[in-house]
Structure formats: C-alpha cells, structure tokens
C-alpha cells in the first residue's frame, strides 16, 4: 500500500467509527451509536454536523436495490477520445448528463473514461451507446457486459483496510 496522501483530510478514530457506522446504516438510531461510541447523543449530532459542513458527508439517501426497477443490465464501457484543449471535462460532462449512465471515470492507459451504464433491456443500451457515440470527439466504444454482480456497495470507510483507516487518522501520509 502506497503512502500517497488523500486530500488533506484527518480524521480522529472516533470520526471513523462515527462514519463507519452512519455509512452502512445511517437511519441508525442515537441511542444505539451512543452506546456504542461512548459519546453523548448531541456529541453524534455535533459530530455529524462538522462532517456535513466539511463535505465529508456530501448527503443522505436512501441505498436503493436496482433490480426491483428492472435496472438488471449492466456494462462497462471504455470510450476512447480526440485529446484537445479541455477534453476531459467537457466530454465527461457530457457522458455523465446521459440517462443511463450510473458512473463516469477518466481514466490514463488505453482508453479515457470508462462509464457504467445500467438499463432495463437492450434497446436502452443500444440508446445509451448511439449517446455516448454521438458526443463530438468520441472515437471508440467497446463494452463489457455484467453477467453477475459480485459486489456493488458505493461505500468509502466500510471497504477501506485498518491500515487505510490508520493514515487517515494519523495525518501521516
């Protein structure tokens, strides 16, 4: 694991417990992370508030299961692009403004971005492709389909390693 320095952020071991916690559930009750956090409830309350006010807590929402809405067809999509002046940011722009797409990365090696798109059927990933082919400088489209979704959780302190959790808290990276 590198020591390469996230963005300026240090947080106390009881701020990742705080957001370990609230990320996997975060309609747990006061009561419960009190007991478990050994703080007062308006300690929490004040806690989560600077988190908020920082942007390390960008909102609440609910963790929605996709397939109950037919979103069951998943792809990776790697798009290759014309390198000009403001490329990435113009063209990601526009790829994340389509419906259909879920996720958008610009990305360095062989291709520029690679988006996640997830559709009820194929004539919406068809729609999505003919999209994403349509924005001006788009070369080259090539796509993986999901045959199954192993693991799929947008989480950040659930999945980072004690020693990930480590460098955050110690500022020492």
Do not use: C, W
């Not at 998943?74 to 790829?95: C, K, M, N, R, W």
């Not at 990365?105 to 068809?126: H, K, L, P, S, W």
């Amino acid at each position: 694991m590198s020591n390469t320095r996230p963005r300026g952020e240090t947080f106390d071991q009881t701020d990742v417990d705080l957001l370990e916690y609230v990320e996997n559930d975060f309609d747990v009750n006061l009561n419960v992370l009190s007991e478990e956090l050994g703080l007062s409830k308006s300690a929490i309350h004040y806690r989560l508030e600077k988190l908020k006010d920082r942007g390390v807590i960008r909102g609440i929402t609910a963790d929605l299961d996709p397939v109950p809405f037919g979103l069951d067809m998943v792809a990776l999509t790697e798009i290759s692009v014309t390198h000009e002046q403001g490329y990435s940011e113009d063209i990601g722009t526009e790829l994340a403004a389509i419906d259909g797409i879920e996720q958008v990365y610009y990305t360095m090696g062989d291709v520029d971005f690679v988006t996640i798109v997830r559709v009820q059927d194929r004539e919406q990933m068809n729609e999505v492709i003919d999209e994403i082919v349509g924005i001006e400088g788009v070369k080259e489209t090539s796509s993986r389909f999901v045959m199954d979704e192993i693991k799929s959780t947008p989480r950040v302190v659930s999945v980072m390693s004690e020693e990930m959790k480590q460098v955050v808290q110690d500022g020492d990276r």
